[in-house]
Structure formats: structure tokens, C-alpha cells
């Protein structure tokens, strides 16, 4: 069992034209920064990318949607992002927009084997348009189906080379969730270190989730809204 | 006269009780954590993975990993606790969060709220909207009373496409405090200076006002 690669574009070199790949991260916090470059540089063509958001306009995903890699995007909020908003109003990409609650639940319906939940976000909405619609206990619920995406790709602090991880702070969000849904998870995490290094009671993902790993570099932990209070 | 948007925030924080577990939306909704009155602890969770949110951090202590789900940086309080995002809605929709503040373009008379998207204009999206009033056992909406136009955005019922039905419990805007009942808005306060009949002439929707209404104090 060897899930250690070299780097990005080792990692990511079978992500094939047309394929569903989900991308850990909140905005810019907890992104898989290597593996974007990697796939901008591999040129990769008519993606489906799963994440919540699209990043902005010369960071993250914003560097694929410039290079016109991405078919459809299906993300929560999508606000940060002028070249984003260009294209989905040329109709050159496509969007869903779905609750991030529900996001995060398909992804963990998906790591879970389970083929659907039943979520009230949307109910009464036009998220509700098409869906099956159930009562329990007198509440209405929609049904929403698990992701079935090709690749996970996410973003971790801490990993060893089996593949266990750990994430830092709020860089976890969706990438622990992602990582379960792939049908290849590949990571890559800030420190790679040997296996039995890292505490098992602190695991976040456990390693048989997770296909390919590697350490990452000169990662830039962009700041999308920094704000501060004065020194005392 | 009008409140102020700290004084919007300064009045829904007099609805924290000791104990609340808060999610505080963007905008007006954050400004709330600056008017916690003392003696009052609460909780303050952040959808993208975090309850225990602390004051923005001091120049140059900022952590690109720690952010709020506004993208801000952010500090924790003692006693803080990181999650992932299915666990931080599973906490919503299970009805542990205490209180949701969160702004709204336009609320019904039924509690309907209309906050995410105007048609024929850019949709950035419902984030996590959707997922909180659909569950949030006491929505708070702090919001104008009108639009830049003077139209009331408390209406019979909304134009705007909805983010989540029959929800809303009490509405707090720049001249108002407003509980949504089953029979429509029941006026409870007033602004500073502002009368009864403005507050009427303002609201679209079903208005219900018995008595005195006393005038906020601040």
C-alpha cells in the first residue's frame, strides 16, 4: 500500500475531460492550493466541480474558470468572483446553487454509503422544484441525493503516509466530508510525516478514505476579508 | 428618529438570554456581539465550523486558517470547538442553536423570508440561509423597514423568491420591533421619536397594534 506521490501533478495526473471533482475549502480557507495549480497546468477540460465556493478571480478555483476548465459548478456562494459572474452570464457556465447545509450532506451521505437524506433546507423554495417531498412528525423534508464524484480532492494540515489526516481550525469545513465521497481521494496536507506519528484518538479522516497523498508547498493561505482590531 | 445599524444590533442583543448558543448572520446580524449585555454569556457558532467565536484578532496576529462564515479573521474564546460543515448544520437543523439572526430583503406577514436573490441580478448564492431558517427554532431578522425606494419590505406577501416559509419570529428594523404572529406583524416597540402612524404607513403587510407601544431606550 503506497499512497505517497512526488506532488500535485502526480496526484492529479488520471483526472480525466468531463470529470465530477469535489474541492475542499471555505473560500479561500483550507484549499487544496497545490492541486489547483497542478490541474490548471494540466489543462483539464469541461469540469463538474463540487465546492462551496468558486473561488476569486486570480485565486483558486477563479484560476481554473479563468483558463476555461470548468463546465459546471455546483456551490453554495458564489459572490467573490467577477470572471464567474462573466461567464455564467454568456452562458458559458453553468451553475447550481444549493443550501450549504445540504452541500456538506450529500457529500456525507455519499462518505456514509448512504444513497440520500431527507433535509428541510429548501422547502418551499425553488430549491424544492423536482424534488420529492416528505412529512415526518408534521415537517416537510426534501429528499437530496448523495454526490457521486470521480475525484475528492482536499486539503489537510497533518497527514501520514497512510493516509490518516488532520486538519487545522476552520480549514476543516468541507474537506473531512469530501475526502469520504471520492471514488479517489487525493490529499495534500501542509506536513507529511511517517506512519505512527500521529496520534489516533486526534485522526479527523481516517486513511482508508484516502488514495494518494502528498506534502505540499509554498502554500499562500490567501486572506479574503482580513479584519483586525488595533494593538492595545 | 431612525436607529442607527448599531442601535438595530444594540436592541436585538437585549434578546440574548444566559446560555444561548447564537448563529449571527452577515451584515447587521454581527454587529450584534459588540452589545452583549454584561452578565449574559453566550456561545457564538459559525456556520463554517466553529462554536466559540471570539473579536477579530489584533494587527498581525491574524490566522488565515480561522475565519467566520463571513470570511473574516477571527479569534476563539476558551472553550471553543472546530467541526466540519455537516456537523455544524447538523447542530442547526437538530435544533441545538439557540437564536439565528440574520438580514432579509423582504418578510411576510406569515413569516416568510425573502433574503437571497433578486431576479434579472447576479445570484452569488444562499450559503447557508436556506439551511437556517429551515430549522432555527427563533429567527431573528434585523432589516430596514423599507427599500432605497420607500417601499415596505413587510409585506402580505413576498415578491422576491423565498429562502424559507413561516420562520421568522420577531423582526427588528431601523423604526420597529415587531413579534410575526399567527394573525400578522404585532407591533411591540418604536423608535426613539418615531410614531405609530409612520410605522402603519410603512408596513405593507397585516399590522396588529393594541395599547401603548413604548419607544425603545437607549
Keep these: 500500500m503506497n499512497k505517497v506521490v512526488s506532488a500535485a501533478d502526480e496526484a492529479i495526473k488520471d483526472v480525466f475531460d468531463g470529470a465530477i471533482v469535489m474541492l475542499g475549502g471555505f473560500g479561500l480557507c483550507g484549499i487544496p492550493e497545490n492541486c489547483i495549480t497542478a490541474l490548471v497546468k494540466k489543462g483539464v477540460k469541461k469540469l463538474t466541480c463540487i465546492s462551496n465556493n468558486a473561488g476569486v478571480d486570480d485565486f483558486g478555483i477563479g484560476l481554473m474558470l479563468k483558463q476555461r476548465q470548468v463546465k459546471k459548478m455546483i456551490s453554495s456562494y458564489v459572490g467573490e468572483n467577477a470572471e464567474f459572474e462573466r461567464q455564467l452570464l454568456s452562458g458559458e457556465l453553468e451553475v447550481e446553487l444549493i443550501p450549504q447545509g445540504t452541500l456538506a450532506t450529500r457529500c456525507m451521505a455519499a462518505g456514509y454509503g448512504m444513497p440520500a437524506v431527507f433535509t428541510p433546507a429548501g422547502v418551499g423554495t425553488e430549491v424544492a422544484i423536482g424534488k420529492e417531498v416528505r412529512q415526518f412528525n408534521g415537517k416537510e423534508y426534501l429528499l437530496e441525493h448523495a454526490f457521486d464524484a470521480d475525484f475528492a480532492i482536499v486539503k489537510a494540515w497533518k497527514g501520514d503516509t497512510d493516509g490518516n489526516l488532520i486538519y487545522k481550525e476552520t480549514a476543516r469545513n468541507f474537506n473531512p466530508l469530501m475526502a469520504m465521497a471520492g471514488k479517489i481521494t487525493i490529499a495534500e496536507v501542509e506536513q507529511l510525516v511517517p506512519v505512527g506519528e500521529l496520534d489516533p484518538n486526534n485522526i479527523h479522516t481516517p486513511g482508508i478514505y484516502v488514495h494518494r497523498i502528498f506534502q505540499g508547498s509554498n502554500y499562500q493561505k490567501r486572506i479574503e476579508q482580513l479584519t483586525v482590531r488595533k494593538a492595545k | ?218
Excluded at chain 2, 467566520?68 to 474564546?77: C, E, F, R
Excluded at chain 2, 466540519?84 to 448544520?89: I, Q
Excluded at chain 2, 432589516?143 to 420577531?170: F, I, Q
Design chain 2, 1 to 218: 428618529m431612525s436607529l442607527t445599524k448599531e442601535q438595530i444590533a444594540q436592541r436585538i442583543a437585549r434578546e440574548l438570554k444566559n446560555g444561548y448558543y447564537v448563529n449571527l448572520g452577515i451584515g447587521i446580524p454581527t454587529l450584534v456581539a459588540n452589545y452583549i449585555p454584561s452578565g449574559i454569556n453566550v456561545v457564538l457558532q459559525s456556520e463554517n465550523g466553529l462554536l466559540g467565536m471570539g473579536p477579530f484578532p489584533f494587527e498581525g496576529e491574524e490566522d488565515p486558517d480561522l475565519i467566520n462564515a463571513g470570511k473574516q479573521t477571527i479569534t476563539t474564546v476558551p472553550g471553543s470547538a472546530f467541526f466540519d460543515s455537516a456537523m455544524s448544520f447538523g447542530m442547526i437543523r437538530a435544533g441545538k442553536v439557540d437564536l439565528t439572526v440574520l438580514g432579509a430583503m423582504e418578510v411576510s406577514e406569515e413569516g416568510d423570508i425573502a433574503n437571497w436573490k433578486i431576479p434579472g441580478k447576479m445570484v452569488k448564492g444562499m450559503g447557508g440561509a436556506m439551511d437556517l431558517v429551515a430549522s432555527a427554532k427563533n429567527i431573528i431578522v434585523a432589516m430596514m423597514h423599507s427599500n432605497p425606494k420607500g417601499e415596505s419590505k413587510l409585506l402580505a406577501k413576498c415578491t422576491l423568491p423565498l429562502t424559507g416559509v413561516k420562520c421568522v419570529k420577531k423582526i427588528v428594523s431601523d423604526i420597529a420591533v415587531l413579534d410575526v404572529t399567527a394573525d400578522g406583524f404585532r407591533l411591540l416597540e418604536r423608535a426613539p421619536g418615531i410614531t405609530v402612524e409612520e410605522i402603519k404607513s410603512k408596513t405593507a403587510g397585516k399590522l396588529i397594534i393594541e395599547g401603548e407601544i413604548p419607544e425603545m431606550q437607549f
